[in-house]
């Protein structure tokens, strides 16, 4: 299992969990894009928290994996049929 040390193989994980989530659950668009924006904005203070210190990055890796999963939840979101207006 050489391949889930990559830290790219375990983000898509996180998107794709996001994805099955968002599949099996209605999430309200508008809910969803408040969730979005907290979690890029928390994404957002823990990188430049962990650059200007030197502390241990999991705060940062832990948002990474948060904001992967919220853009897999979002990507579900916007690409089902009855959220499009011509359906």
Do not use: C, D, W
């Not at 996180?14 to 928390?42: D, H, P, Q, V």
């Amino acid at each position: 299992m050489k391949a889930i040390e990559f830290p790219l193989s375990r983000i898509t994980i996180s998107f794709i969990l996001g994805i099955i989530i968002a599949y099996y659950y209605k999430i309200n668009l508008e809910y969803l894009a408040i969730i979005l924006f907290t979690g890029f904005l928390t994404f957002t203070i823990s990188f430049f928290y962990s650059k200007r210190r030197n502390v241990n990055p999991i705060f940062f890796g832990l948002s990474t994996y948060l904001l992967a999963f919220i853009i897999g939840l979002t990507t579900q979101v916007v690409h089902t049929e009855s959220n499009q207006k011509n359906n």
